[in-house]
């Protein structure tokens, strides 16, 4: 009787496992390939809107039927160099990806001068008694870095930049000038 049972089991495992198969397919990635790694809170402490998964890093060798090693950056130096396919991604390489930076001059102390490229908004806000004219400035077209500036501060940091025109025609506008590009 309990043989009997346990055969019933043993098929009907086998049975659900043929179907859930055929759902699924073996993950293969060759050398030299990219891929995404899944975060998991061992590698960066999950919150609510980090990153599923991070990379694409290049993988190096093959470990086992069903284990890679990655090429990790210094900064992830800490973890174990070796994931299960199943923290893997494939990484498709799309031009859209690439980010073609500027030429941008570092100086000795590895830094560097962010230029603004346009004024995109202005207003007056009232602190304690006083009218402070601000001005939003776009810094980086590519992520849209925008940051609201006071307005005699930014005049006097990049004078250059300003022209006597009124950049905008209402009644609250506060900055006279523009941008020369």
Not at 60 to 79: E, M
Not at 114 to 133: C, F, N, Q
């Amino acid at each position: 009787m309990v043989r009997q049972i346990q055969e019933r089991l043993r098929a009907t495992q086998s049975r659900q496992k043929s179907y859930a198969d055929r759902r699924r397919r073996p993950l293969e990635f060759e050398e030299g390939e990219h891929v995404f790694l899944r975060v998991t809170p061992r590698v960066v402490r999950a919150k609510k809107l980090t990153p599923r998964f991070i990379g694409p890093y290049q993988i190096l060798h093959r470990v086992g039927p069903v284990a890679y090693q990655l090429a990790l950056p210094p900064i992830l130096s800490d973890l174990h160099d070796v994931f299960h396919v199943s923290q893997l991604r494939k990484y498709i390489k799309d031009l859209s990806h690439m980010v073609e930076m500027d030429e941008v001059q570092v100086r000795e102390n590895l830094t560097y001068e962010k230029r603004p490229v346009a004024v995109v908004d202005h207003k007056l806000k009232e602190l304690r008694g006083k009218s402070i004219s601000l001005v939003k400035i776009l810094w980086d077209v590519a992520t849209g870095e925008a940051t609201w500036e006071v307005e005699s501060q930014f005049k006097e940091q990049h004078p250059f930049l300003i022209s006597g025109k009124p950049i905008f025609r209402d009644e609250n506008s506060c900055f006279l000038g523009v941008i020369v590009t």
